[in-house]
């Protein structure tokens, strides 16, 4: 079964996020990110929703805990704590 790891986060400004965002393509690739999605708000920029896939329902979860990840998150311009929550597909 395949796994999803959705984040709904919010960043200081979307157009330097989606920079560090695309930068990290391999950071996430070597972790387990088999594609990705994103989407933002159109009333407000700062609002982003993230989806990433992955093989299985470890991968994901290992990746949401990976301690990198949330260093890349905030250095990136993520602001709080983003929600994120994994699902496996049934």
């Known amino acids: ?6 984040i ?3 960043v200081a400004s979307y157009d330097p996020w989606r920079i560090e965002y695309d930068n990290g393509a391999t950071f ?3 972790h ?5 999605e994103v989407y933002c708000s159109p009333e407000d920029m700062t609002s ?3 989806l990433h896939y992955f ?3 470890e991968a994901a ?3 949401s805990s990976n301690s990198e990840f949330a260093d890349r998150m905030k250095s990136s311009g993520v602001i709080g704590a983003p929600r994120m929550v994994v699902a496996e597909t049934r």
């Open 55 to 57: 093989d299985t329902l």
């Open 48 to 50: 982003v929703f993230v």
């Open 1 to 6: 079964m395949s796994a999803v790891l959705m």
């Open 28 to 30: 996430r690739r070597e």
């Open 61 to 63: 979860k290992s990746f």
């Open 8 to 10: 709904r986060a919010n």
């Open 32 to 36: 387990g990110v088999r594609g990705d």
